[in-house]
């Protein structure tokens, strides 16, 4: 009674192997439901606890991974880091947040903390990965440095990404107000050198130009995905003393900034003008009026990202190209009304 459980002893009393033990306890969801409750049952009636301290030493990992940040304030990374962790705890890892606030030598200092083997592996929600990094990656025969960017895809893609199809995304919105009736349709993007500004102003373009609409440079305002340049960008509109049939905002705090202004100055959404958003933040819903928007599975993202990295670091997954891409939802509340004049058919 007095023998501390082993990993063999819970093998035995599942009827499972050590190796599968072993996979349930770090990797679950890559094995089937009966064989995980045989293996907790029998965790729990041995009262096997996993020595990290032991496992660690042999195994010369530091049971902690760095996540890059580029703004711990954004609430759009704030379900993306809860499914982070929740992986990651079930697997005994430490999370070490690394807020770089768009600055690449910051980046680059808590990236060392994987090369000079403080971390077991990085998960980038940045978009961006240093120079110094990137080159380090498959240097080492038979073992590539474990990372994995998630949301905003890397330039060059050289690891695994975890996200979805922003083009396709934002394609998907576009629609939906050109369904209502909207031709006279601006854009509110993010910062124009962000990938995610990119690849989402892409698909508004090219849905616009299939409808028969020309895309002229008028049709876009800039923001930097803060609710500031979403009240900005309604500034602007106001300003130019005609209002568009709808915005399209690249995310949720730059529509729900572009809203509030509006309303200052009595101009009514949806009555006078539609605003969508994307993302689906938690604030989305309360906003006046409630948001439509391009919901995000940040929640999945966050936990595939990590499964994924902890494959790489056990050595059990060398995909370095694997793109995995979850699909959205348009949820649709009260910002978008039809066009006046406009029938649906």
Known sequence: MNKRATIGDV?????????????VIHTPDLVTDSTRKAVYSAISQTNYTLNLAARNLRQQRSNAIVVLVPDIGNTFFSEILAGIERVASSAG???LIGHTAHDHMREEKYLNNLLNSQADGALL??????????????ETPGRRLPIVSVSEALADQIVPHVGIDNDRAAALVTQYLLDHGH??????????????TCQRAKGFARTMKAAGLQVSPDMFLDGDFTIESGIAAASVLIAAGSMPDAVLCANDEMAIGLMSRLAEHGIHVPQDVSVVGFDDIAFSRTAQPA???IHQPRAEIGERATRI???LIAGDNDASNMITTLPV??????SVALNRGFTAT
């Open 291 to 293: 948001l439509t928007t």
């Open 329 to 334: 939802e348009l949820v649709e509340r009260a």
């Open 93 to 95: 890892q430490t999370i």
């Open 309 to 311: 990295l902890l494959e």
């Open 125 to 138: 929600l940045n978009g961006h990965l240093p120079a110094s990094v990137a080159t380090k990656i498959g």
């Open 183 to 196: 031709r006279r349709i601006v854009h509110l993007r993010g910062p124009v050198s962000n990938i995610l």
């Open 11 to 23: 093998a035995k009393l599942a009827g499972v192997s050590t190796a599968t033990v072993s996979r």
